[in-house]
């Protein structure tokens, strides 16, 4: 189960959730069938309880939702994507520890 402030991110609510959060973004793009993206669940489940004020944690099923993968390039995952103000700041293919990413969502406060 995932934390109450992973936001699931959509093509309806990109825009509102994503590109328009005051605060820097992490987007998860995952796959249900994905080993390591089942390991990295519980870190962001982690990164959303500590960042939950400063930062929004949030997830997309490529699967589910093709256009959005698409529009961001995404060839595998899990792949992390760092916005801020709309804007993508780093992406990173595979997996990050806790410290790591918490870490770059302060650096983009």
Do not use: Y
Not at 32 to 55: F, R, W
């Amino acid at each position: 189960m995932a934390h109450e402030s992973i936001v699931n991110l959509t093509s309806d609510n990109f825009a509102s959730e994503a590109e328009g959060a005051s605060t820097p973004v992490i987007i998860d793009f995952w796959s249900e069938h994905c080993g390591p993206c089942k390991m990295l669940s519980p870190v962001l489940d982690q990164v959303a309880e500590e960042v939950a004020d400063t930062a929004k944690v949030t997830k997309v099923d490529v699967m589910a939702e093709r256009e959005l993968a698409m529009k961001f390039g995404i060839r595998a995952v899990p792949t992390l994507v760092f916005m801020k103000d709309g804007e993508i700041k780093e992406t990173k293919t595979g997996i990050m520890g806790k410290d790591a990413i918490v870490e770059k969502l302060k650096s983009l406060a």
